[in-house]
């Protein structure tokens, strides 16, 4: 049992608790308040003059799978060797070792959802993960996506000798595996039913199922608007829900993505301009697509961009007009919603995984510094 005491408690889901406590037992928040009762044998941390907030979440990384510092031996996170590969899973390839997760622990964030691709049409499942321990299998939270690429990348996997050279090609492989999976649904059905009937077990499709039961959206992958219009055009024609990720254009077809109520991880804000379609990147956009009514979450993309730079992600959309409480939003609560998993994470409040942090400044400062970390709560990071 533990408690965290006399701290600025930031839930972002209810206001700001000032002089507040959190009771911990389980791994849980048991109770959170101003008028916590302290059990005589609980351990306390007195936060006293100290932010308190829920432990930060990264909604796409590929941590755990390209590792930092080893180059070819640590690139877990494409296989290349096809275009279509939805039955990836990063459970089979994660690292807990990798010196990125001790990184994110120092930064405060404490889950991230970990994806393969960005080159394949389907690169594979995305999976949520926590950012402590020693067997992958443990950290594992659930399943969250599948991801699907779009774009440059896509249709340069094979270097123009193979399906996709165009993005033509990239939607044709897109449309022919959801229609694929949807008629593989149909059999399974008539298979459960009559069992001479069941379909021959297919991994690729039992990923794509899922999708199409709308049990997880796809993450697609898309950089420039017209891309973005055609992840809207053919999820909406098989009836699929989709997050858009990356999204650098996302601001000139925001209406499109409120009118489909569709939620996009931005960024990395970070990011210099490094291919062709990524020439129009606003720092701005998060602005403009919190004004349109559009949930955004913020990454780091992760390892192009350091996990640890998470926070900062988030003030320099504060300095380019995003509220401070959306900002902080972008990389908690409104991660954990597009992540399917906002009933654990994401805010301070009873029932929650006790994933929480404390810092000597707000979160948003340049110069906060993470004091603990607390993952399941249990202390994971101490300064």
């Given at each position: 049992m533990l408690v965290i005491k006399n701290g600025k408690l930031l839930t972002i889901t209810n206001g700001v608790i000032e002089n507040g406590a959190i009771l911990i037992e389980n791994g849980k928040i048991k109770e959170i308040g101003k008028n916590v009762t302290i059990p005589k044998n609980a351990k306390v941390i007195?936060?006293?003059?100290?932010?308190?907030?829920?432990?930060?979440?990264?909604a796409h990384t590929n941590i755990g799978l390209k590792e930092g510092g080893i180059r070819w031996?640590?690139?877990d996170h494409i296989e290349q060797t096809e275009a279509v590969v939805p039955q990836l899973r990063p459970v089979?390839?994660?690292?807990?070792?990798?010196?990125?997760?001790?990184?994110?622990?120092?930064a405060g964030v404490t889950v991230s959802n970990v994806t393969p691709g960005?080159?394949?049409?389907?690169?594979?499942?995305?999976?949520?993960?926590?950012?402590?321990?020693?067997?992958?299998?443990e950290m594992y939270i659930t399943d969250t996506c599948v991801k699907v690429a779009l774009g440059?990348?896509?249709k340069n996997i094979f270097g123009g000798k193979k399906i996709p050279s165009t993005r033509m090609g990239t939607a044709a492989l897109l449309r022919e595996n959801l229609l694929k999976a949807s008629n593989y649904l149909k059999k399974l059905k008539k298979g459960k039913e009559d069992d001479s009937k069941m379909p021959k077990r297919d991994l690729k499709m039992e990923a794509l199922v899922r999708v199409i039961k709308k049990e997880v959206p796809l993450h697609i992958h898309a950089h420039r608007a017209d891309d973005i219009m055609t992840a809207i055009r053919i999820t909406n024609e098989f009836n699929v829900n989709m997050v858009l990720v990356h999204a650098?254009?996302?601001?000139?077809?925001?209406?499109?993505?409120?009118?489909?109520?569709?939620?996009?991880?931005?960024?990395?804000?970070?990011?210099?301009?490094?291919?062709?379609?990524?020439?129009?990147?606003?720092?701005?956009?998060?602005?403009?697509?919190?004004d349109e009514g559009v949930k955004i979450a913020l990454t780091t993309t992760h390892p192009n961009q350091p996990i640890y730079l998470l926070p900062m992600c988030a003030a320099l959309a504060v300095r380019e007009g995003l509220s401070m409480q959306e900002a902080l939003k972008s990389i908690t609560i409104n991660a954990a919603e597009i992540m399917g998993l906002s009933n654990r994470i994401g805010s301070l409040e009873t029932g929650k995984d006790a994933d929480i942090v404390i810092m000597d400044n707000h979160p948003l400062q340049l110069m906060s510094k993470v004091e603990y970390t607390l993952i399941n709560g249990e202390i994971v990071y101490k300064s």
């Open positions: 007195d936060a006293s003059g100290k932010y308190v907030l829920p432990g930060l979440i990264d031996e640590g690139a089979d390839g994660f690292n807990p070792l990798d010196v990125a997760l001790k990184e994110a622990r120092e960005d080159v394949n049409v389907f690169g594979g499942i995305g999976s949520a993960f926590k950012l402590a321990g020693y067997l992958a299998d440059e990348n896509a650098y254009e996302a601001y000139k077809v925001a209406k499109y993505l409120k009118k489909y109520k569709i939620s996009v991880v931005f960024g990395s804000i970070w990011s210099a301009r490094w291919q062709v379609e990524t020439a129009n990147l606003n720092m701005a956009t998060p602005k403009i697509l919190v």
